[in-house]
T-cell receptor, first 118, second 117 residues
Framework: AQTVTQSQPEMSVQEAETVTLSCTYD???????LFWYKQPPSRQMILVIR??????QNATENRFSVNFQKAAKSFSLKISDSQLGDTAMYFC???????????????FGQGTTLQVKP | NAGVMQNPRHLVRRRGQEARLRCSPM?????VYWYRQLPEEGLKFMVY????????ESGMPKERFSAEFPKEGPSILRIQQVVRGDSAAYFC???????????????FGPGTRLTVL
């Protein structure tokens, strides 16, 4: 079975500092996608960043970057220059590449609640 | 281009009643996914539909739950004879019809929070 594990239920960081959220996953697939979603108090799911498993280069989106270690099945999210608006729950998600046996459903971790302190 | 729309945003039902949750995908999207989020948990896949077809319902409870995505109109997630354990946030996501690179983009609606009294 494919699983996603986020081992940090809660984290906090001072404004302007850097924080890293951890995520590991388990799969026998070779082609897949990984995502980080943000869920603020409004509960809207917002895509933060995505990584395609066949790409060795780590994805970056402004202050957000990932450390993708395919052999270790690890996909951590680094938030630089943390802002108060980054306060939210963050979910790591895995998707096997859509195909005949994979329907493109997302498999989510349990989430990490991040509090950015002023 | 309007995003994914879900209504109602909040729904209160008493035990034994029926709940109908609606999802209008983004314009041009013909793939719809439903997920459920129990309190303090991550989202769990329920069902994947294309127009007039259920493609994958492996995450949906066998009883009381059903889903449809008609040729015209929104996708509907229906829960019959609701119980307190059905209280959760239900999210819909949509993705475009074709192309592997496009298929992995899922755009989420704001969710419907169902409370069963």
């Amino acid at each position: 079975a494919q699983t996603v594990t986020q081992s940090q239920p809660e984290m906090s960081v001072q404004e302007a500092e850097t924080v890293t959220l951890s995520c590991t996953y388990d799969t026998s697939e070779n082609n897949y996608y990984l995502f980080w979603y943000k869920q603020p108090p409004s509960r809207q799911m917002i895509l933060v960043i995505r990584q395609e498993a066949y790409k060795q280069q780590n994805a970056t989106e402004n202050r957000f970057s990932v450390n993708f270690q395919k052999a270790a099945k690890s996909f951590s999210l680094k938030i630089s220059d943390s802002q108060l608006g980054d306060t939210a729950m963050y979910f790591c998600a895995f998707m096997p590449r859509p195909g005949s046996s994979n329907t493109g459903k997302l498999i989510f971790g349990q989430g990490t609640t991040l509090q950015v302190k002023p | 281009n309007a995003g994914v729309m879900q209504n109602p945003r909040h729904l209160v039902r008493r035990r034994g009643q029926e709940a109908r949750l609606r999802c209008s995908p983004m314009k041009g999207h013909s793939h719809v996914y439903w997920y459920r989020q129990l309190p303090e948990e991550g989202l769990k896949f329920m069902v994947y539909l294309q127009k007039e077809n259920i493609i994958d319902e492996s995450g949906m409870p066998k009883e009381r739950f059903s889903a449809e995505f008609p040729k015209e109109g929104p996708s509907i997630l229906r829960i019959q004879q609701v119980v307190r354990g059905d209280s959760a946030a239900y999210f819909c996501a949509s993705s475009p019809a074709s192309g592997d690179r496009l298929r992995y983009e899922q755009f989420f609606g704001p969710g419907t929070r169902l409370t069963v009294l």
